[in-house]
């Protein structure tokens, strides 16, 4: 229950960098990305502004591991969605 309370925290609380997640395992990011979830359902989509830059900074880094994965270029998702 620690790790949750603390990860919550930490993703309100400290602007992190898009190397934080890189360094994660799938497990953590999608954990995370539960987190944010959670948060935005709870907050009716009203964020402080650290856990605005910090959900920012996450769908980079998802963006950047999908093209990473399956070759894809941002622009192409982009204009599919």
Do not use: W
Request: net charge negative.
């Amino acid at each position: 229950m620690y790790y949750a309370r603390g990860m919550r925290d930490l993703l309100q609380t400290t602007q992190l960098s898009i190397e934080f997640f890189r360094d994660l395992d799938d497990f953590q990011i999608n954990f995370i990305e539960m987190c944010f979830k959670q948060s935005l359902d709870e907050k009716m989509g009203l964020m402080t502004e650290v856990e605005k830059y910090n959900f920012h900074i996450f769908e980079e880094f998802k963006l950047q591991q999908i093209e990473e994965r399956y070759g894809l270029h941002p622009e192409l998702l982009k204009k599919s969605a």
